[in-house]
């Protein structure tokens, strides 16, 4: 029977059938997508589009304009070289050090298409080092594309959700992975996608002293760098810094994405920084599976190599500018993104004044920042039905069960592509919502 509902009842189901995925919680991202397309090119109707984590702010002038420049100048034509150009690698090192406080040579800053890359290639080297330590561990939730980038290596990888193990707990949890021997890496993103959980320093320590306990590396995606926004990281050379797992070991690689920090995804622009020690380091497992026994080298002029030949040359100039622009204290590289987090703090007291629970609320005794993503959920429903219900009713997101979570009746929630002007309607559809399932 065809009920009252703020979009088109019969559409949304029809869409919603059309797919063919009895559990929307197992649906991905991209399904979500395509429905939420096809049902508001047929009603007409705007959706609160929850479901993508795409920048919804202009990319970043200094970059484009640099990047026009080097087009202008004739870049497009050659080959830059596989590690990074030197301008970028330069100026990476400068932009740890200011806004991390972390020491690093220009050689371990290697120029990546995308964190996606950074991310490939730091998980098979990590997986092919030692013939003993053929498995890596995520601390979920996480971003799941880098599970399938196991699966495509063909590696192995384990995982826990870090919801229950949070501050000292952390540490006993790890070592029940860590004392089997087999562990390879550390793997986890912070602030974290899909949670916005950001590990504390007493967190990134206990990491750190284990991974120099087991000697494994600990890979550290800061793809949303310094955008936990309780504290201001944006002073070049100042406290506080962007917290790091680097300050506790040396076993480390950072994924620095321009991406959502820099509004740039579509120029797939990241570096990855290699710590000096681990740059350096021999492993002959290395040596036999790709012909190069040094870290450092077997990443850039073996799996960088045959995976794309570097980065964009244009691409490259424009990181450089905007990273020389922040050390340089002539741009504030978080203000801009703090929209974000003014986004979630109006669109979390709507979620919660309805009777939604945020699922991720804490750190340790710390309100979670807001950021974004945010987690939600209603009670008595579950995941699935969850996303479904809300679509009725012009609002899509997508499940935290295929980032990890134990909480499988959780959705993600990114804030990116919501304007304020939607807030009224958001409003509006929760109000609904909430008095067709009261709770
Ligand atoms: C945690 C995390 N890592 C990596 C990426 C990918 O970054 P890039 O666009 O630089 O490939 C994302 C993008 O959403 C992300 O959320």
Not at 167 to 181: M, T
Not at 274 to 279: H, M, P
Not at 365 to 376: E, K, S, V
């Amino acid at each position: 029977m065809s009920k009252n509902t703020p979009i088109n009842f019969d559409v949304v189901k029809s869409k919603i059938e059309s797919l063919n995925i009895p559990d929307l919680s197992k649906a991905t991202i991209r399904e979500i997508v395509k429905v939420v397309d096809m049902i508001q090119a047929e009603t007409g109707d705007k959706y609160i589009r929850m479901e993508m984590g795409v920048p919804g702010l202009p990319p970043e002038k200094i970059g484009t304009e640099a990047e026009i420049a080097a087009l202008k100048a004739g870049v497009a034509n050659n080959y830059p070289s596989i590690e990074g150009i030197p301008e970028l690698k330069n100026e990476t090192a400068r932009f740890i050090k200011n806004f991390m406080n972390i020491d690093i040579s220009p050689e371990g800053c290697v120029a990546t298409t995308g964190s996606m890359q950074g991310g490939y290639a730091s998980f098979q080297a990590v997986s092919s080092m030692d013939k003993k330590k053929d498995t890596a561990l995520f601390i979920d939730p996480g971003f799941p594309i880098q599970k399938q980038q196991f699966k495509v290596i063909g590696a192995k990888f384990q995982s826990f959700d870090a919801y229950d193990y949070r501050g000292e707990k952390l540490r006993d949890k790890l070592e029940e992975f860590l004392s089997k021997g087999n562990i390879n890496s550390i793997i986890f993103s912070n602030p974290n996608n899909p949670s916005w959980i950001c590990l504390t320093d007493e967190e990134l320590k206990i990491i750190g002293e284990l991974a120099n306990k087991y000697d494994v590396i600990v890979i550290e995606d800061l793809a949303y760098f310094g955008m936990d926004f309780r504290q201001d990281f944006s002073t070049p050379g100042q406290p506080p810094f962007q917290p790091s797992v680097a300050n506790y070991t040396d076993n480390w690689i950072m994924l620095i994405s321009s991406s959502k920090v820099f509004s740039y995804a579509g120029q797939r622009m990241a570096v990855m920084a290699i710590s000096d020690k681990l740059y350096n380091r021999s492993y002959p497992d290395l040596q036999e599976r790709f012909g190069a026994d040094k870290f450092g080298y077997a990443i850039v002029y073996r799996l960088l190599y045959s995976l794309s030949s570097g980065a964009s040359h244009s691409g490259q100039h424009a990181l450089a500018a905007m990273f020389k622009a922040a050390s340089d204290g002539k741009f504030n590289f978080v203000e801009p993104v703090k929209e974000y987090g003014e986004r979630a703090k109006i669109m979390k007291k709507l979620f919660t004044k309805y009777g939604f629970e945020i699922v991720y609320n804490k750190d340790l005794d710390q309100d979670l920042a807001d950021g974004f993503y945010f987690t939600i959920a209603y009670p008595g429903m579950n995941g699935g039905e969850l996303i479904e219900n809300l679509l009725y009713y012009g609002i899509s997101a997508i499940s935290l069960r295929g980032a990890g979570s134990t909480h499988v009746d959780g959705l993600r929630a990114c804030v990116s592509q919501i304007q304020r002007s939607q807030f009224d309607d958001l409003e509006y559809r929760l109000k609904r919502f909430h008095e067709d399932f009261p709770n």
